[in-house]
């Protein structure tokens, strides 16, 4: 038998660790750099900071059960971008302050934006089967 809050947890994981690649990705692009062995040296801080996200996310009751929420993704996002800049410096990369900025917004708009999209989508399901029946 299938677990129903696992399988749901695991995609809401992959679509996060997913971003956080392609915000890795994006940033390396449009500085001219090649996406080869570079993309794991960029985006590996940041996934790190992703696991310990996760790991919130896991702890928190609330967000356990709703890992789709603002709360789990805010959960998520903020370990991500902290860890991230953390490792990067222990690493002698560079986290000067437009960098980090740049970062914070990016990673918001991607793991917090994408749970807002969904939640509108889902409350819009939730009214168009309830004006149905009317």
Known sequence: MKNSRVAPAAW???????????????GRVSHGEDLGAGLARTAGP????WLVGWVLVALVPATRLRP???LAGV???VPTVV??????SA????????FVVTT?????????GWRGVAALLTRSRRENRTHVGV
């Open 91 to 98: 690493l002698g990369d560079g986290v000067q302050t437009s």
């Open 46 to 49: 940041f996934m790190v900071g």
């Open 104 to 112: 914070t917004i990016v990673l918001a708009v991607f793991l917090l």
């Open 12 to 26: 809401v994981a992959l679509v996060d660790l997913v971003l956080v690649v392609v915000f890795a990705a994006v």
């Open 68 to 70: 789709r929420s603002l």
């Open 75 to 77: 959960l998520v996002w």
């Open 83 to 88: 860890v991230g800049m953390l490792v990067r």
